[in-house]
């Protein structure tokens, strides 16, 4: 007589992102807003005064640019086709299609905490100690979600970049790119497409 298979919801109970997160951030003494992406929960760096100092001064080029939507805190929730949980992020910067809907506070509540990630237009990340992090699995995610331009101010390679049109090859997030890098040196103005201001990237010079 063969036993019946144990069902594999019985023996490795699949743990969502989100409640992990949520271990991580009740484990910590210091404030954290941890992240995940590629199957990593991922732990920032607590931000020095010029990272806070050039995310305010971003925010506040789009704001005298008329972009009312600009803002940052919040998290944003990726999904795969199937709906489980791609990538938790929280920009340092980002511009929205929209204000939330009754529908997008209603993800929200859903998921702990955590909009829908098609409410973005524009992301915007400065890199801190972990670099790699923004460039690299960040990068990808944003263009797997489809987040059409995503921002990056370098601070390692003293770079601002530009990335737009992404593109997901196949059903692998960790296969998505931005086609397109507009790179410039920090002091130099960083064109972003319309409607959006271009940027002046000096206040980085000294950072």
Wanted: aromatic share 10%; net charge negative; glycine share 6%.
């Amino acid at each position: 007589m063969t036993a019946d298979p144990i069902p594999e919801q019985a023996v490795k109970p699949k743990q969502d992102p989100i409640d992990l997160l949520i271990a991580i951030e009740e484990a910590s003494v210091a404030p954290t807003r941890p992240e995940y992406v590629e199957g990593m929960a991922i732990v920032p760096p607590q931000p020095n005064d010029h990272h806070n100092d050039g995310a305010g001064e971003l925010y506040y080029q789009f704001r005298a640019a008329g972009v009312r939507l600009a803002g940052f805190n919040n998290g944003y929730r990726a999904a795969h086709k199937d709906g489980s949980t791609m990538a938790l992020v929280v920009p340092d910067f980002y511009v929205r299609r929209r204000r939330p809907s009754e529908l997008d506070e209603a993800y929200s509540k859903a998921n702990k905490g955590w909009y829908p990630i098609d409410m973005l237009a524009l992301v915007g990340e400065i890199t801190s100690t972990n670099h790699e992090t923004d460039t690299g699995p960040k990068l990808r995610a944003y263009a797997a979600a489809g987040v059409p331009v995503y921002v990056l101010i370098d601070r390692h390679s003293k770079t601002a970049h530009c990335y737009t049109d992404p593109v997901l090859p196949g059903d692998d997030p960790t296969e998505a790119y931005y086609a397109t890098d507009d790179k410039v040196n920090f002091g130099e103005p960083l064109p972003l497409p319309t409607p959006y201001p271009t940027l002046d990237t000096k206040p980085f010079v000294d950072n």
